[in-house]
């Protein structure tokens, strides 16, 4: 670290503060307000937040986008059901506009469920703007300030503040990440979570027992610490999903977009033709207005137009590790910005274990990514340089890897303009593709999503965007102690081996997992586990409980055993082999409430067998350099 960047440092921050006269306004395109607020708000807040709502049937759901004819069109027909698809229904619906969606797969069965799970304003995209003295990296990350603390308003069961430590192995870059992160508070202004600060090596150590006091060949001189959010991205994303469903729209998980339908004469994209994986019936889904959120897939939806269509997606792997709870306290994160390699590498404490991160490195697009060995090896080489305790491969419980679609304006000159914000445009009449950007600023990428829709088929919606203020299901009247009450009012009924029915304490691990997994729905699978005998874990050590099955089988479109284990609960990416041994209950509950033959019963143990062989945990790793072993 050298004087020259602690001085350019010092005098981005002047800038930033002189430039605001010392507090900080965003710039008018993000500036918080109620918009569109009054009554069309309060209108969607009693909807979603009736404690007695049920989304409709995923029948109703599929005879709404069947209903969508050529002379009696959707608005907008969605494909993908990621954060951003999700989100660009949720928007368009609480607009007063008629919306359907299609996805794949499963809600966010791609990129959205494997990330970083961090909800950050951009602390690498500031040292940019500093450094290269760029405005428009530090338009990004005012803009992703701002869209962070509304994400954690918004879903607040779901989301929360994070304190992440920063190690420092000399003066000068105790110096360095204090000024930096001082100058992301005061950017942050009225965005700020909480202070960084700076703890010195025993108050780190005290803070965060497994960290390393000697590095290579220097010793820790101290720790910053700042504050990013946190979430449980697949279960936001299906709460997006639910949500849009309440306030209208027809959201169909497993219904694949086989081509699109255009209209002869104008050339102008008029609907999709759509399969049903589930079934296989195929049928037509019209709309004004198609909008292609296929995340790192939308190049295939483009070619479906036209087949020399130039590629837009530069697909980059993700690669994360999950290890035990001990590897990183309850509560701090830890994130060195660079290594020896230049890249980013953290350890964060997540429902109860350690991930661990995270590579990016080009790779091809597939349906199931599956992690290369040798990242696994650089991730956990990356850790154990900053930790006193042994980094062992056999101590991996899960690993997998997520493919980011970093976007190229196909519009564009030059590839210098692959980015990590969203790219929004319109190729053909009536097809608005949107990709790129990140988790955290999903909902004003919708949002954009949404305008140029409107603006496509000149729509007509009877209101300005609200969802910057809307909360999404389970959010209303929840409180962090929200656990407590299920904790004294509920039993979990458990079955036992010899088929008896007896009480178990909803003791405070079910609890709190039901409380953070579920908002103010929790009382519902409450109910479940105590009146219909369905009390007891799916596997020994995680706070997973059975009725959860049926509730999400009931209430969140939950059609398969890999919907339920990697996404409606995260079992498949905290422990592959607990996951594993939870399938055949998990099957036997899902046959139950979907009235599963024997056949599709042994197909989906089948798949979701071959599913967890992607998640590369110890026991189905190869592996033989006994470096960790």
Request: one cysteine or more.
């Amino acid at each position: 670290m050298s004087v020259a960047s602690i001085r350019r440092l010092a005098a981005g921050a002047a800038v930033i503060a002189a430039a605001s006269g010392g507090a900080v306004f965003l710039s008018p395109s993000v500036v918080s307000s109620d918009r569109g607020g009054g009554p069309v708000l309060d209108s969607l807040r009693r909807r979603i937040g009736d404690p007695t709502a049920s989304i409709p049937p995923r029948s109703a759901q599929e005879s709404a986008l069947i209903g969508a004819t050529a002379s009696n069109p959707l608005d907008v027909l969605v494909i993908g059901g990621g954060a951003t698809g999700s989100g660009v229904a949720l928007d368009a619906a609480t607009r007063g506009l008629r919306v359907g969606l299609v996805e794949r797969e499963d809600f966010s069965s791609g990129t959205s469920s494997r990330s970083t799970k961090l909800i950050h304003g951009g602390v690498r995209y500031l040292e940019k703007a500093v450094f290269n003295l760029d405005y428009g990296q530090l338009k990004l990350v005012f803009h992703a300030l701002e869209e962070r603390k509304q994400l954690i308003e918004n879903a607040p069961h779901l989301c929360h503040a994070l304190p992440c430590m920063t190690p420092c192995f000399d003066w000068f870059e105790v110096i360095y990440f204090w000024m930096g992160l001082k100058m992301y508070d005061l950017v942050a202004g009225p965005r700020l979570l909480h202070l960084s600060r700076y703890y010195s090596a025993q108050e780190s150590v005290e803070l965060f027992p497994t960290l390393a006091r000697k590095g290579k060949d220097k010793n820790l001189r101290g720790t910053v610490v700042y504050y990013d959010g946190q979430m449980n991205d697949s279960r936001l994303n299906v709460g997006l999903a639910c949500t849009a469903a309440l306030a209208g729209a027809a959201v169909l998980n497993h219904a694949e977009v086989v081509s699109l339908i255009t209209d002869d004469a104008t050339k102008r994209i008029i609907g999709a033709q759509v399969r049903n994986n589930l079934t296989g019936q195929e049928f037509d889904s019209y709309a004004k207005v198609v909008v292609n959120a296929a995340g790192p897939f939308c190049d295939s939806i483009r070619k479906m137009v036209d087949e020399d269509t130039k590629p837009m997606i530069c697909p980059s792997s993700g690669v994360h590790i999950v290890l035990p709870d001990y590897y990183s306290p309850e509560g701090m994160g830890l994130i060195v910005p660079k290594t020896k390699d230049g890249r980013v590498v953290f350890m964060l404490p997540w429902l109860g274990r350690t991930v661990a991160g995270t590579t990016d490195s080009n790779t091809s697009i597939t349906a199931l990514p599956e992690p290369h060995e040798d990242e696994i090896q650089f991730i956990l080489d990356a850790i154990s340089d900053y930790l006193n305790i042994k980094v062992r491969r056999t101590d991996v419980l899960s690993a997998w890897s997520g493919i980011r679609p970093l976007a190229m304006d196909p519009t564009a000159k030059s590839t210098e303009s692959i980015s990590r914000d969203h790219v929004v445009f319109e190729e053909c009449p009536g097809l608005v593709t949107i990709t790129g950007g990140k988790w955290t600023t999903y909902r004003s990428m919708a949002e954009d999503a949404v305008n140029a829709a409107i603006k496509s088929g000149k729509l007509s919606p009877t209101n300005e965007c609200v969802t910057q203020k809307l909360q999404l299901l389970g959010s209303y009247g929840w409180e962090p102690s929200s656990f407590t009450t299920l904790a004294q009012q509920y039993v979990r009924m458990k079955k036992t081996y010899g088929g008896k029915v007896v009480p178990g304490a909803m003791d405070t691990a079910a609890a709190k997992h039901l409380s953070h997994a579920y908002g103010s729905m929790a009382d519902r699978v409450a109910t479940i586990a105590q009146e219909e005998g369905l009390g007891k874990r799916l596997a020994h050590g995680h706070p997973f409980l059975e009725a959860e099955v049926a509730y999400c089988a009931r209430h969140e479109y939950c059609e398969s055993a890999v919907d339920f284990i990697a996404r409606r609960c995260r079992i498949a990416f905290l422990d592959t082999d607990a996951a594993a041994r939870a399938l055949q209950r998990v099957v036997e509950i899902l046959a139950s409430e979907h009235k599963w033959d024997k056949t599709r019963q042994k197909q989906e143990l089948q798949k979701a067998k071959e599913f967890l062989q992607t998640f590369k945990s110890s026991k189905n790793a190869q592996f033989n350099d006994g470096k960790h072993n």
